[in-house]
């Protein structure tokens, strides 16, 4: 058998200089490249010990972790035990979603084998004992694992940062009473003009059993400054409580959105219970949240006032 030193090294420091840099950047650690390379290099050269017999007591679990501690204090520094202790929880958890991944993948494209009782047994009639994966297959499943990491952890980061801004929302009008989640805004600026009322924005199909069917397809086709002109007086029960509020709409002019006056708009958030009176519900005919995780758009002044 012949063993290519060379490219085990390479392929080591190429695998563990990756892997330090996702730790970096899941942990937001300021990176140098000379100490993440030296760092790299030191786990890349561990692998060549285990061509020499004399050193097989280098592979036992003490020996490992002790060169995990001393490659991450290599690459980042020590720091509060704190920060360190979490860096190795971040450094394993990555090493084990990464190989976790390629040793999936490749199972997943074998097709000559099979798995019989927990032995795996090939086709002739062998038991495999040992998995070889090829170079590009490494290489291709490493790539596609670290952007998958990455991928699912940027959305986990987004959606907890979102989350600080979400806020369960009531809304009461005479004895109807609606809930839903709701985003606050700080960049939604919209008031009625005329009375100075912030305006919140929610998905008309949260009350599409209220509303007219004819009403759902103005709303949705922009067109309610034509639905309020051909309303019929007595149509709809909340018929004097509608407002027509102006607003300029992304690359296009003043556009119009129906509003409802409700009794009083209901905001918990960050542990308060604030209620608003002065306030007007806008619908909005599309999808606030592609993943539906709020309905509405709230006005940043409703978690200030209080009346």
């Not at 392929?11 to 990176?31: Q, S």
């Not at 290099?41 to 002790?66: D, E, N, Q, R």
């Not at 005919?285 to 009346?307: C, E, N």
Request: charged share 15%; proline share 3%.
């Amino acid at each position: 058998m012949v063993v290519y030193l060379d490219l085990i090294f390479l392929i080591n420091l190429f695998v563990d200089g990756v892997i330090l840099y996702m730790t970096a950047w899941t942990r937001k650690l300021p990176v140098k490249l000379w100490r993440l390379g030296l760092s790299a290099a030191l786990g890349a050269s561990y692998v060549l010990l285990m061509w020499i017999p004399s050193l097989s007591f280098m592979f036992t679990i003490a020996a490992k972790c002790l060169l995990s501690v001393v490659m991450l204090v290599l690459a980042f520094g020590f720091g509060s035990m704190q920060a360190f202790l979490r860096n190795i929880g971040t450094f394993y958890l990555i090493n084990f979603a990464v190989a976790g991944g390629i040793f999936a993948l490749y199972y997943f494209t074998q097709t000559s084998s099979e798995v019989m009782n927990g032995i795996l047994v090939t086709r002739t009639g062998g038991i495999g004992y040992t998995m070889q994966i090829g170079f590009w297959f490494t290489a291709i499943g490493l790539t596609f694992m670290i952007w998958f990491y990455r991928t699912v952890f940027t959305s986990m980061r987004r959606r907890q940062a979102m989350t600080q801004y979400l806020a369960q929302v009531r809304i009461q009008i005479g004895e109807f009473e609606s809930q839903c989640t709701g985003l606050l805004d700080t960049g939604n600026q919209l008031y009625d003009p005329l009375t100075r009322t912030p305006v919140m924005v929610l998905e008309a199909d949260q009350w599409r059993e209220l509303l007219p069917p004819e009403w759902m397809k103005r709303i949705r086709q922009s067109e309610v400054d034509q639905l309020i002109a051909s309303i019929d007086e007595g149509e709809w029960e909340w018929q004097d409580r509608l407002r027509l509020v102006p607003y300029r709409g992304v690359n296009r002019g003043t556009q119009f959105m129906l509003a409802v006056k409700p009794d009083k708009v209901v905001v918990s958030y960050s542990d308060n219970e604030i209620v608003n009176s002065k306030v007007l519900v806008g619908l909005d005919g599309g999808k606030l949240s592609a993943d539906g995780s709020y309905q509405a758009i709230l006005h940043p002044t409703l978690v200030q006032m209080d009346v």
